[in-house]
């Protein structure tokens, strides 16, 4: 699903002249079929290590997977190429350990799949807490929920996402790594999380999983991640307090998704209703971003990986960032598991 969405990215920047698409893999020939649909790449393949191994690919793009990540990683990094990898990096966190010091050594430009930092809304947030408008931010509740992406829920979707050993767990690690990459993003590192989780659906990852999180800048806030049975609905919702006002934000992956929304509270003033077309227009033009016809925020993060490739500069959200929103998911494992409070990062 998620290289169909990158296909179409990708489409659109070999329109406009930024890259050529050479080739593209998959194991299933449906799979080729539907994304030579969605960009026309030269020729396909059964096997990705045709595309790492081309002559003419100068990039590999990983769209993969969690469980296939950690070689095809690798891989690219032998290759001496620079790389994009979808989130989760991969099933563990020695894994994820692994290929980010491959990453880290090979000086390669690498930008992980984290398109949340490319949403208007998302960014309008961090500005908020980075100039001090509201003041010193307090506390936060964030809550994640989405579809089961399985095809037990939703037909036709692939079902790996259910299966520890493809995916190596649920909700909180294969949705909600994008909320905890913002969390540490908008509030810095976190130093300790307690956690509980549970499998209602009956798989072996978890499909409710509940965070109290503590960041070292003194934040303090809950996560709730959820995969559920209502076909379609995938949403976030934020609220961030501060010491003079509060936020509350909606967001979907769709550019102009129905549900967005953004509210700013400030004493002795009228709630504002935040123009979400202006805001995100003025976002856009931020970027430098002429084309308005995409659907998903994952074309401004396929076009920003592409320009850092181009400039040979590092890309954000690189490998460092992402072991960061690893690392807390990890120590919230952990804590689920022993029952106690966990500090990210520690052994």
């Known amino acids: 699903m998620i290289g169909q969405i990158h296909a179409d990215g990708l489409s659109k920047l070999q329109d406009d002249g930024e890259i050529e698409a050479v080739m593209a893999a998959d194991p299933l020939r449906s799979a080729r079929v539907a994304v030579l649909e969605n960009c026309p790449f030269g020729s396909s393949t059964a096997d990705p290590y045709e595309v790492v191994e081309h002559p003419g690919v100068e990039a590999v793009m990983i769209t993969s997977p969690t469980s296939t990540h950690r070689d095809l990683v690798l891989a690219v990094v032998a290759a001496g190429k620079p790389l994009f990898c979808e989130k989760p990096l991969a099933p563990s966190l020695a894994e994820v350990g692994e290929i980010c010091d491959a990453v880290a050594a090979s000086g390669l430009t690498a930008q992980v799949g984290f398109h949340s930092r490319f949403h208007p809304i998302v960014n309008r947030i961090h500005d908020t807490v980075v100039s001090g408008e509201l003041g010193r931010p307090m506390g936060y ?11 037990d829920i939703v037909t036709g979707h692939s079902s790996w996402r259910s299966q520890r050993e493809h ?16 969390l540490c993003w908008l509030f810095g590192p976190t130093c300790g999380v307690y956690a509980r989780q549970r499998s209602l659906f009956g798989y072996d990852v978890e499909d409710v999983a509940a965070l109290t999180i503590e960041h070292e800048s003194g934040v303090v806030g809950t996560l709730l991640t959820v995969f559920n049975g209502v076909r379609g609905r995938e949403e976030r919702r934020l609220e961030v307090f501060f010491e003079h006002g509060s936020l509350e934000a909606t967001t979907d992956f769709i550019v102009g998704a129905p549900e967005d929304r953004l509210l700013v509270d400030r004493p002795d003033l009228p709630t504002e209703h935040v123009d979400l077309v202006s805001l995100r227009d003025d976002y856009f033009v931020g970027l430098g971003l002429d084309r308005r016809d995409f659907l998903f925020y994952c074309y401004a993060a396929d076009r920003n990986w592409v320009r850092c490739v181009q400039r040979r500069e590092p890309a954000l959200p690189g490998f460092a960032e992402a072991l960061v929103a690893h690392q807390l998911v990890d120590a919230a494992y952990r804590s689920a598991a022993s029952g106690a409070p966990v500090v990210p990062g520690s052994a």
């Open 167 to 182: 995916a190596g767990g649920g909700a909180l690690l294969e949705h909600s790594i994008h909320s905890a990459d913002i």
């Open 141 to 151: 509740l964030l809550r994640d929920d989405q579809y089961w992406p399985t095809g």
